[in-house]
């Protein structure tokens, strides 16, 4: 990499700020992953919650719908996970996955609408859906334009 923006005698220190900043994205990275751990945890905890409070409460409808939202953010972590795996073993990351994330949150907001303790009014209904079909049209894009970068 040529280092024509540096006079050469911040060639040193330069080249021990890279390895240091190296370092912490490193640590940045690690801690990451054992954040997105500990977050699987507690959403399949929190899954389990809902399903027993849907059986206890003799109203599975609703529980149903709550522990789909809670399943939903589980899939969310876990594709967050993937992408973050990718990226340890050199890959990049790719902007799909973080669209797709929105997607499914986005979808759980959704699902969860009719069970929420506050009505929505037609509006943010409508808001949402509408923000659903943008990242639709986003992620179809997205892959439509990687489609053409291989072909």
Avoid: C
Wanted: net charge neutral.
């Amino acid at each position: 990499m040529a280092q024509n923006h540096f006079p050469r005698e911040f060639n040193v220190i330069n080249r021990y700020t890279i390895r240091a900043m190296l370092w912490l994205n490193g640590f940045a990275h690690i801690t990451i992953g054992l954040a997105l751990a500990v977050s699987v945890m507690m959403f399949a905890w929190l899954f389990f919650l809902d399903v027993r409070t849907a059986f206890a409460a003799n109203n599975l409808v609703h529980g149903f719908l709550n522990a789909l939202g809670t399943l939903m953010l589980l899939w969310s972590i876990s594709a967050l996970i993937s992408a973050e795996i990718r990226y340890l073993m050199g890959a990049k990351l790719e902007v799909e996955t973080f669209i797709e994330v929105a997607m499914v949150l986005v979808l759980r907001k959704l699902i969860i609408m009719p069970v929420q303790e506050v009505t929505p009014d037609p509006m943010e209904v409508l808001l949402w859906v509408g923000a659903g079909l943008m990242l639709g049209l986003t992620f179809v894009l997205v892959r439509l334009g990687q489609k053409q970068r291989v072909d």
